[in-house]
């Protein structure tokens, strides 16, 4: 079954305590993507790839690193969070820049306290 | 720069067809997609326009006109399971083709 797999699904931290979301993706696609969804403010993206090891910052990506070592693995990492950094997160997947289909795990609901 | 505008909130009744608008603007336009969320969802694709003119899948269609920088979702038949966020969201070639997203239509269906 083609899918985009997150985890974890909900995760409650303390400031300042590393922590990383790991999403992989089972389609072979090249583009992947992070976004955080806050009320009232639509999906805003945090870091994409377009290919491994090709990475760069989308919209919102100050707090956060991402890297991709292959193919199918996109981890988030927040080295130091904090509690403007609760959301809920979402990892995406599409083929390329020919697709308007992304393909989206499940989500991360991230409490910061 | 790069933006899209949505209604922020529909309301409709439940048998009955509702349109959902999008206006981008957006530089090196490559296409226009719609998504639906429920709440505590993730984003699940319903369409995506390339090209001018009416796609349609079951009882949702949606319609793009690049000259218009303007598109829309039609819902047609609504059921109360279609009470959701809907996105439309643009791949443009100046953000790397990269998914620029609307802040999403919240469609509430009353019986």
């Known amino acids: 079954e083609a899918q985009v797999t997150q985890n974890p699904r909900y995760l409650i931290t303390v400031t300042g305590k590393k922590l990383t979301v790991t999403c992989s993706q089972n389609m072979n696609h090249e583009y992947m993507s992070w976004y955080r969804q806050d009320p009232g403010l639509g999906l805003r993206q945090i870091y994409y790839s377009m290919n491994v090891e090709v990475t760069d910052k989308g919209d919102v990506p100050e707090g956060y690193k991402v890297s991709r070592k292959e193919k199918r693995n996109f981890p988030l990492i927040l080295e130091s969070p904090s509690p403007n950094q609760t959301s809920l997160y979402f990892c995406?997947?599409?083929?390329?820049?020919?697709?308007?289909?992304?393909?989206f795990g499940q989500g991360t609901r991230l409490t910061v306290v | 720069g790069q933006s899209l505008e949505q209604p922020s909130e529909v309301t409709a009744v439940e048998g009955a067809i509702v349109q959902i608008n999008c206006t981008y603007q957006?530089?090196?336009?490559?296409?226009l997609s719609w998504y639906q969320q429920h709440d505590g969802g993730a984003p699940t694709f319903l369409s995506y326009n390339g090209l001018d003119g009416l796609e349609e899948t079951g009882r949702f269609s949606s319609f793009l006109s690049r000259s218009d920088s303007y598109g829309y979702l039609l819902l047609q038949e609504l059921q109360m399971k279609d009470s959701a966020s809907y996105f439309c969201?643009?791949?443009?070639?100046?953000?790397?083709?990269?998914?620029?997203w609307g802040a999403g239509t919240k469609l509430i269906i009353k019986p």
């Open positions: 995406a997947s599409s083929l390329g820049q020919g697709t308007g289909e992304a393909f």
């Open positions: 969201a643009v791949r443009a070639a100046d953000s790397n083709y990269q998914l620029i």
């Open positions: 957006t530089s090196g336009f490559y296409g």
